[in-house]
């Protein structure tokens, strides 16, 4: 297994354990995180402030990864993310394109139908 790649699998793993200063820590100073369903975020604080926002409600999660493919600078993580907001949950299939520099992440977008998201976190 490549460096890369062992590197996405400790981040989705890390996932499990809800804590967006170590999971911004995964990031490039310069980092963006583009949830693309939403505008992108850069730097590793914006980061941060953007995970603690919107997982804040959430109580468990564990990102159980389908497929990875990589390439030389890129991992691709297919996944679903099973989690849990008190009462609520959902199972949602992502796909998430992971740039690495430096054995960090420079670039995460992920790809995701949010309706399916909505729908059963409301």
């Known amino acids: 297994m490549s460096s890369n790649t062992k590197l996405i699998e400790d981040f989705c793993a890390a996932w499990s354990r809800l ?3 170590e999971l911004a820590a995964y990031f490039t100073d310069d980092g963006v ?13 914006e980061i941060e402030a953007f995970i603690r ?4 409600s959430w109580t468990t999660t564990d990102w159980e990864i389908r497929t990875l493919a990589e390439t030389r600078t890129a991992v691709i993580a297919e996944r679903i ?4 907001a008190g009462d609520k949950t959902v199972d949602l299939p992502c796909t998430g ?3 690495i520099r430096d054995g960090k992440i420079a670039c995460w977008r992920d790809y995701f139908d949010l309706t399916t998201y909505l ?3 409301t």
Do not use: I, K
């Open 19 to 21: 804590d967006p200063a």
């Open 33 to 45: 995180y583009h949830n693309m369903p939403a505008a992108a975020v850069t730097g590793r604080q």
């Open 53 to 56: 926002a919107f997982a804040g």
């Open 81 to 84: 993310d099973h989690t849990q």
């Open 97 to 99: 394109v992971f740039e």
């Open 119 to 121: 729908n059963a976190m």
